[in-house]
């Protein structure tokens, strides 16, 4: 905290920062405020205000069908990545063996390779099997870079309980299934939360894989707002923008739920915060 | 892969020994749908692509690099991505730099530039269309300041995907960048300090080489974002000319000309260009030193 005037470096740091977000603050009010107004044709601010544009979106949309979609694809990714991620993660954090980097490779490519290159092959497999446009094609669609996203934030958490805690169990007598529910799941709980909480927001904003997969009846959010973006001369720029509030609404509404359990630093590296 | 059926107890135990025990079965259900969904899938496409509608076994590859429109997919997205990337990395360096240390709202201030991660695609071309376009509040402001003279042409080319991915991706590099920076153990600069070493020294000759295998890392996953910019290049973009980049040529052959032999060899192109990328980054990274403090990850 010393020589502030001495580091005119941290000055141009904070400047550079300010001016992101006055700009950041500009694009998102834009949308706000438009989705709030009358009308707006190149002044300062729109003719007036109104709230009509929500119910617009709401109805043309047909948003509570959308969100009951989002909600039900995002559940149920969550529920089998977490059940099929975490097993998975226990393994590679207790053990080491030959084609350990092999598997770890596998895990990573679906997360290394953007959803759209390999969207496109496996919406074409999806259609084969006649999967594509329905909601189990998006499901399994969005699985692609969940369950590999659980199993590379899980191994780190799982690797810093002691083991021994589970060969204790196990010396009195307990099961694999028991040390998983009665030892291991009280443990995890914490990275459990927080790797599902983060699945929800990547399930819930993953636009390629659900664009590519979804059909009439199986559109999540993103998509629809895309969608509605691209018929835009149909519909009112202000709905529009009312249905980016509301997404964007309930996005950060996860994220900052999400914060709360987790620091977003460290699921990157392990550190000791010096507090 | 997994337990072979135990034929004697010896081999039992020396499977156990080499780590291959029952364990490893909880593996199984992982590997079974990533090998079902992204594998097989991959494979599949792989071998869509070699069999085109018409022509010979590379008559889709021929197609794609003879076909400047297409070609020039490659050099159109690398010039977005590329650019995207390195503003993204190189700022977050110096925040984060100044955000490790105990500052005053730190918490918030993380919080704050978390939060455009969740703005998504179409409220940041929406936002940008109305913020920087002709009568948008940027322009008016620099028009009233009397910087420009004439809106700034901000969208619906190459600046205003450049800026979409900026938007978008500058969180995420920066929340990467900050927790490898964290992980770096401060009393080694103090070490440094100690020893008579000034700011510019410290950061070149001992936090930049430990940062580095991680800045490797998010160089790695901001290019794999800002690599597929499909909506943005499509909503802010010019779609059809400069910003016609790779995964729009993809979606076109797949989804409109229904030709799923050709997107698949674009999305095949697509992956390897990327790993190019990737193991580029890779192989820098492993000529870096990757000690006790910065090389995890």
Same mark, same amino acid.
């Given at each position: 905290?010393?020589?502030?005037?001495?580091?005119?470096?941290?000055?141009?740091?904070?400047?550079?920062?300010?001016?992101?977000?006055? =700009?950041?603050?500009?694009?998102?009010?834009?949308? *706000?405020?438009?989705?709030?107004?009358?009308?707006?044709?190149?002044?300062?601010?729109?003719?007036?205000?109104?709230?009509?544009?929500? %119910?617009?979106?709401?109805?043309?949309?047909?948003?509570?069908?959308?969100?009951?979609?989002?909600?039900?694809?995002?559940?149920?990714?969550?529920?089998?990545?977490?059940?099929?991620?975490?097993? %998975?993660?226990?393994?590679?954090?207790?053990?080491?063996? #030959?084609?350990?980097?092999?598997?770890?490779?596998?895990?990573?490519?679906?997360?290394?390779?953007?959803? /759209?290159?390999?969207?496109?092959?496996?919406? +074409? *497999?999806?259609?084969?099997?006649?999967? @594509?446009?329905?909601?189990?094609?998006?499901?399994?669609?969005?699985?692609? #870079?969940?369950?590999?996203?659980?199993?590379?934030?899980? +191994?780190?958490?799982?690797?810093?309980?002691?083991?021994? /805690?589970?060969?204790?169990?196990?010396?009195?007598?307990?099961?694999?299934?028991?040390?998983?529910?009665?030892?291991?799941?009280?443990?995890?709980?914490?990275?459990?939360?927080?790797?599902?909480?983060?699945?929800?927001?990547?399930?819930?904003?993953?636009?390629?894989? +659900?664009?590519?997969? @979804?059909?009439?009846?199986?559109?999540?959010?993103?998509?629809?707002?895309?969608?509605?973006?691209?018929?835009?001369?149909?519909?009112?720029?202000?709905?529009?923008?009312?249905?980016?509030?509301?997404? &964007?609404?309930?996005? *950060?509404?996860?994220?900052?739920?999400?914060?709360?359990?987790?620091?977003?630093?460290?699921?990157?590296?392990?550190?000791?915060?010096?507090? | 892969?997994?337990?072979?059926?135990?034929?004697?107890?010896?081999?039992?135990?020396?499977?156990?020994?080499?780590?291959?025990?029952?364990?490893?079965?909880?593996?199984?259900?992982?590997?079974?749908?990533?090998?079902?969904?992204?594998?097989?899938?991959?494979?599949?496409?792989?071998?869509?692509?070699?069999?085109?509608?018409?022509?010979?076994?590379?008559?889709?590859?021929?197609?794609?690099?003879?076909?400047?429109?297409?070609?020039?997919?490659?050099?159109?997205?690398?010039?977005?991505?590329?650019?995207?990337?390195?503003?993204?990395?190189?700022?977050?360096?110096?925040?984060?730099?100044?955000?490790?240390?105990?500052?005053?709202?730190?918490?918030?201030?993380? +919080?704050?530039?978390?939060?455009?991660?969740?703005?998504?695609?179409?409220?940041?071309?929406?936002?940008?269309?109305?913020?920087?376009? $002709?009568?948008?509040?940027?322009?008016? *402001?620099? &028009?009233?300041?009397?910087?420009?003279? !004439?809106?700034?042409?901000?969208?619906?080319?190459?600046?205003?995907?450049?800026?979409?991915?900026?938007?978008?991706?500058?969180?995420?590099?920066?929340?990467?960048?900050?927790?490898?920076?964290?992980?770096?153990?401060?009393?080694?600069?103090?070490?440094?300090?100690?020893?008579?070493?000034?700011?510019? $020294?410290?950061?070149?000759?001992?936090?930049?080489?430990?940062? @580095? #295998?991680?800045?490797?890392?998010?160089?790695?996953?901001?290019?794999?974002?800002?690599?597929?910019?499909?909506?943005?290049? $499509?909503?802010?973009?010019?779609?059809? =000319?400069?910003?016609?980049? /790779?995964?729009?040529?993809?979606?076109? @052959?797949?989804? !409109? !000309?229904?030709?799923?032999?050709?997107?698949?060899?674009?999305?095949?192109?697509?992956?390897?260009?990327?790993?190019?990328?990737?193991?580029?980054?890779?192989?820098?990274?492993?000529?870096?030193?990757?000690?006790?403090?910065?090389?995890?990850?």
């Amino acid at each position: 905290m010393t020589g502030w005037v001495a580091r005119p470096g941290r000055w141009v740091v904070w400047a550079v920062v300010a001016f992101f977000f006055v =700009n950041l603050a500009g694009v998102v009010l834009s949308v *706000v405020v438009d989705s709030f107004g009358v009308q707006w044709f190149g002044t300062w601010l729109p003719d007036g205000f109104t709230t009509h544009w929500y %119910a617009d979106a709401w109805r043309e949309f047909g948003l509570s069908d959308v969100l009951l979609t989002t909600a039900i694809v995002a559940l149920v990714v969550i529920a089998v990545s977490v059940a099929v991620g975490v097993p %998975a993660a226990y393994a590679l954090a207790r053990r080491k063996f #030959p084609g350990k980097r092999l598997v770890m490779l596998l895990f990573v490519l679906p997360i290394l390779i953007p959803p /759209i290159t390999y969207g496109i092959p496996l919406a +074409t *497999v999806l259609y084969k099997f006649h999967l @594509a446009g329905s909601m189990t094609g998006v499901i399994l669609a969005n699985l692609v #870079p969940s369950v590999p996203f659980v199993v590379l934030t899980m +191994t780190p958490f799982i690797e810093q309980i002691d083991p021994k /805690i589970e060969a204790a169990a196990r010396m009195s007598g307990a099961r694999t299934l028991s040390v998983f529910t009665r030892i291991l799941g009280p443990l995890l709980l914490p990275g459990i939360l927080a790797a599902s909480i983060l699945v929800l927001v990547r399930t819930v904003g993953m636009f390629e894989l +659900t664009f590519l997969t @979804a059909g009439p009846d199986s559109t999540t959010l993103v998509v629809a707002l895309y969608n509605s973006v691209f018929a835009a001369g149909i519909r009112a720029n202000q709905s529009v923008d009312a249905m980016a509030t509301i997404y &964007t609404g309930s996005m *950060v509404l996860l994220l900052v739920v999400a914060l709360r359990f987790v620091n977003p630093t460290q699921l990157v590296t392990r550190i000791r915060e010096e507090t | 892969m997994t337990t072979a059926a135990p034929a004697r107890p010896a081999l039992r135990h020396r499977l156990a020994e080499r780590g291959i025990d029952r364990v490893l079965l909880l593996l199984v259900p992982g590997l079974l749908v990533t090998a079902c969904l992204f594998l097989y899938p991959f494979l599949y496409g792989l071998q869509l692509s070699f069999a085109p509608r018409q022509g010979g076994v590379f008559a889709n590859y021929a197609r794609f690099f003879g076909d400047p429109y297409l070609r020039d997919t490659i050099w159109t997205t690398l010039g977005i991505a590329l650019p995207a990337t390195f503003i993204n990395v190189l700022a977050s360096i110096p925040i984060a730099y100044v955000l490790r240390g105990r500052v005053r709202g730190k918490r918030l201030l993380t +919080t704050i530039l978390v939060v455009p991660i969740t703005l998504g695609t179409v409220l940041t071309a929406q936002g940008l269309i109305m913020y920087g376009g $002709q009568s948008g509040w940027l322009n008016k *402001v620099l &028009t009233v300041l009397g910087i420009t003279d !004439e809106p700034l042409p901000l969208i619906h080319n190459y600046t205003g995907v450049l800026l979409s991915l900026v938007i978008t991706g500058f969180p995420f590099s920066f929340l990467l960048t900050l927790s490898y920076l964290s992980g770096i153990d401060p009393s080694l600069e103090k070490a440094a300090a100690t020893l008579g070493a000034n700011w510019t $020294q410290r950061f070149r000759r001992i936090t930049l080489p430990l940062l @580095a #295998p991680g800045l490797a890392i998010t160089f790695c996953l901001s290019f794999v974002m800002a690599f597929s910019v499909f909506p943005s290049a $499509q909503l802010v973009g010019d779609p059809a =000319n400069e910003t016609r980049v /790779i995964s729009i040529a993809a979606y076109h @052959a797949a989804f !409109e !000309e229904y030709d799923y032999s050709m997107g698949s060899a674009v999305a095949m192109i697509m992956a390897v260009l990327m790993l190019i990328v990737i193991g580029l980054v890779m192989a820098w990274r492993g000529t870096l030193y990757r000690g006790a403090t910065g090389g995890k990850g």
